[in-house]
């Protein structure tokens, strides 16, 4: 019994020191402090034609070795490398050659492209953006109003918070106004690849804070890098969006035409509109919590369609002391939400055509009802969508009123 007991303490032992030598090893391993991850990156076009690529590295969190000669002090934890080339490829070996980190690409969530390289195309981009195969393809793909370099140099004075920490902030923020739009990089493939529906992309900016009046706190104070010529700070800033045609840049839609873009794809989620009643100088304000929309066409009528949207809404604000509970009030509020809805999905619709550029994907209703209304159509699709006609049909529900159902003063 005893000579077994010490056979299995034997056997035991020789397998802890297999395991404990195998175990062991770090050949092949990535050293936490030899990574540099990469979450923010800005693709720009230069004058002469390279591609000049701009990068935020986190620093490894021991600090120690291998950090670029410009690397950050102690007190940043973001590197921001930059180099241009021939190609994006060459442009980010160009990067790799300033520090010994490996560049890790599986955490940059967020792509920002430059205004000239959207209007060239972004065709190569893309390509180079889905063949890498850390790059996620839920990855944001954003415009810059200018410079893509500029908005990844914005680094704000007091507030710690990382440029792609505020932009990721900014992309979560649309589904609570609506007046922004965002495309991922799966999406902005499909779009290119299938051809049925134009890309509409993000458009991001710096813009100057209000200044601040004495004795007034602004909302910005501790945003944004001092401008030297007035004084005033810079804050990154996303609203409306840029509408493109292939793969180029071609214009723009202002936030109100880009509330009326996402009602028309069906992907607007809350949003408020301030509503005037005759006779009353102050607004009453609404919030829609849901917004149903339907697109029929029938190629009987190949170049008419028909969208139908039906909105459910609740009172969030009113200033004047009229009760809005009242059915005749109800009734003025929501012909005016039907009124303002209309004449914002009009507007989208007359630049979209305007800019040639089918962002709803009406072409690939038409080829899917019809292949052969397509086929006589697909020869100038072009100049037959901004020939097209439209007929919008609006109901609007005042649903709530919120907790309270008449003015605090009457």
Request: with cysteine; proline share 3%; glycine share 8%.
């Amino acid at each position: 019994m005893e000579q077994s007991i010490r056979i299995k303490k034997i056997v035991i032992s020789i397998i802890l020191i297999i395991l404990l030598f195998s175990l062991g090893g770090c050949v092949g391993q990535k050293e936490l402090n030899n990574l540099g991850i990469i979450n923010l990156m800005g693709i720009d076009l230069t004058a002469d034609g390279e591609y000049k690529v701009t990068v935020h590295i986190l620093k490894p969190s021991t600090g120690q070795g291998g950090e670029p000669a410009n690397a950050p002090g102690p007190g940043s934890a973001i590197w921001v490398g930059q180099a241009e080339g021939e190609t994006i490829e060459k442009a980010v070996k160009e990067i790799r050659a300033k520090t010994s980190w490996l560049l890790i690409w599986s955490h940059c969530d967020i792509f920002v492209l430059g205004n000239k390289l959207c209007r060239t195309g972004i065709g190569d981009v893309v390509d180079f953006l889905a063949r890498n195969e850390e790059i996620r393809l839920t990855s944001n793909v954003i415009t810059a109003t200018d410079k893509a370099w500029q908005i990844l140099k914005h680094s704000p004075e007091e507030k710690k918070e990382p440029v792609a920490d505020q932009i990721d902030g900014l992309i979560k923020n649309i589904a609570d106004w609506s007046k922004a739009y965002n495309l991922n990089l799966k999406e902005v493939m499909a779009r290119l690849a299938s051809g049925n529906q134009e890309v509409v992309l993000g458009k991001l900016e710096l813009v100057r804070a209000e200044p601040v009046k004495e004795g007034q706190e602004s909302s910005s104070s501790s945003e944004g890098k001092t401008d030297k010529e007035d004084g005033l700070k810079k804050v990154l800033k996303m609203e409306g969006a840029a509408v493109f045609k292939k793969d180029k840049l071609i214009g723009s839609l202002t936030p109100e035409e880009t509330r009326g873009y996402m009602r028309i794809i069906d992907e607007i989620k809350l949003h408020s509109m301030d509503l005037f009643l005759s006779g009353h100088n102050s607004p009453v304000s609404l919030d829609t919590y849901n917004s149903q929309i339907e697109i029929k066409w029938d190629s009987a009528n190949p170049k008419t369609f028909l969208i139908s949207i039906k909105e459910l809404s609740r009172l969030a604000e009113q200033d004047s002391e009229i009760s809005q509970t009242s059915l005749l009030t109800a009734n003025k509020i929501e012909s005016l939400k039907e009124e303002a809805v209309k004449k914002e999905i009009i507007s989208t619709i007359k630049k979209s055509q305007q800019l040639q550029s089918d962002i709803f994907g009406l072409k690939g209703i038409v080829k899917q009802k019809s292949p052969s209304t397509w086929e006589k159509l697909k020869q100038d699709w072009e100049k037959n969508f901004s020939n097209l006609s439209f007929k919008v049909e609006v109901e609007s529900i005042l649903k709530q009123v919120g907790k309270i159902h008449k003015p605090i003063f009457e």
